[in-house]
Antibody
Framework: QVHLEESGGGLVEPGGSRRLSCTAS????????MSWIRQAPGKGLEWVSF????????YYADSVKGRFTISRDNSKNSLYLQMSSLRAEDTAVYYC??????????????????????WGKGTTVTVSS | IVLTQSPATLSVSPGERATLSCRAS??????LAWYQQKPGQAPRLLIH???TRATGIPARFSGSGSGAQFTLTISSLQSEDFAVYYC??????????FGQGTRVEVK
């Protein structure tokens, strides 16, 4: 069965670094694009970063650009988020999610859209002194 | 793209119908999903493509709409349906965006 499990969360001081991991099972990890999404305490969902199946395409939210780095190791069925220069506002539950692809044909051209279909349970990062 | 959900909180009695709205600041075609989140749990995909139920989702959940106005309807609320619901657009990316959520609570 499809499963994602995050790890690596914890208490970090402002300005510090942390590496999150997400281990996938039950599907061919190397076929799927992946994302990180976070949720601050009592708040809504915020997309953080996206990576293609080969790692050749990567996107970041403006709020983390230049501070966070997404990567993956398909041989280990693992996704990573290296976080640096952490701030109090980065405090959140961090989820990894699998991106399902929708292919749509429009005027003879295929377009691809990605939505999050499977989520891990999340790992909590607290940035505080 | 900004997604605005309404109402922020919906009070419904078990067995009643719940109607949740999501309005997009720009046209997102049918590239909209709905998620359910219970306290302490990860979001669960309910609907994608504005109206397609995800695998294993009960038929009492239905989605409709296209363009900039969308609706999630729960036809007869069960006890396990009291939760927060988020809409999510994946038409214009990056960034992928979510609405602020609608809490469905017991009346």
């Amino acid at each position: 069965q499809v499963h994602l499990e995050e790890s690596g969360g914890g208490l970090v001081e402002p300005g510090g670094s942390r590496r999150l991991s997400c281990t996938a099972s039950g599907f061919t990890f190397s076929d799927y694009y992946m994302s990180w999404i976070r949720q601050a305490p009592g708040k809504g969902l915020e997309w953080v970063s996206f990576i293609s199946n080969t790692g050749s395409t990567i996107y970041y939210a403006d709020s983390v650009k230049g501070r966070f780095t997404i990567s993956r190791d398909n041989s280990k069925n693992s996704l990573y988020l290296q976080m640096s220069s952490l701030r109090a506002e980065d405090t959140a539950v961090y989820y990894c999610a699998r991106e399902e692809k929708e292919e749509q044909l429009f005027t003879g051209v295929y377009y691809y859209y990605y939505y999050m279909d499977v989520w891990g349970k999340g790992t909590t990062v607290t940035v505080s002194s | 793209i900004v997604l605005t959900q309404s109402p922020a909180t919906l009070s419904v009695s078990p067995g009643e119908r719940a109607t949740l709205s999501c309005r997009a600041s720009h046209n997102v075609s049918s590239n909209l999903a709905w998620y359910q989140q219970k306290p302490g749990q990860a979001p669960r995909l309910l609907i994608h493509g504005a109206s397609t139920r995800a695998t294993g989702i009960p038929a009492r959940f239905s989605g409709s709409g296209s363009g900039a106005q969308f609706t999630l309807t729960i036809s007869s609320l069960q006890s396990e349906d009291f939760a927060v619901y988020y809409c999510h657009q994946y038409n214009n990316w990056p960034p992928w965006t979510f609405g602020q959520g609608t809490r469905v609570e017991v009346k």
